[in-house]
């Protein structure tokens, strides 16, 4: 048994956070000492690791309690997991897309920005364009 200092200190895992977490009832009410202190076991421990890598790759705490529902209810949780990650990956590619769609964006503004002359009426420079827009250049003037 150890305390939730020690707990944390095992599991990278913030004593703030530990409380919390228990709050939300991803990790069980922990046994207390005659002192009133939280005690914790390896079971603790153990868990408490599960969440924090499955925070560290983008699980919502919803998707975390439902895990560890199937988990308490000696269910095996892999299907839900998988359809988790798969739903993950749809949209980690279409941020990306973004991304690169906003990275390509600002390059452009900032190539046309470097031609233009400053303005304090923002009618004449890179700031008149990030409110208008850039002019398309698909070269389709349908």
């Known amino acids: 048994m150890f305390s939730i200092s020690e707990l944390s200190q095992q599991t990278g895992v913030s004593t703030q956070t530990i409380r919390y977490y228990e709050g939300i009832s991803l990790l069980p009410q922990p046994k207390r000492a005659n002192n009133g202190y939280r005690m914790y076991d390896d079971q603790d421990a153990e868990r408490l690791r599960f969440v924090s890598r499955a925070r560290r790759l983008d699980f919502t705490l919803e998707d975390i309690a439902e895990i560890l529902a199937f988990r308490d209810q000696n269910e095996p949780p892999c ?25 390509k964006e600002l390059a452009t503004l900032y190539r046309v920005g470097l031609t233009m002359p400053e303005d304090i009426e923002m009618k004449r420079c890179v700031c008149h364009l990030i409110k208008i827009g850039l002019p398309k250049e698909d070269g389709n003037n349908e």
């Open 79 to 103: 299907q839900y997991v998988m359809d988790v990650i798969g739903h993950k990956i749809t949209e980690i590619e279409q941020r990306i897309t973004d991304l690169q769609r906003l990275r």
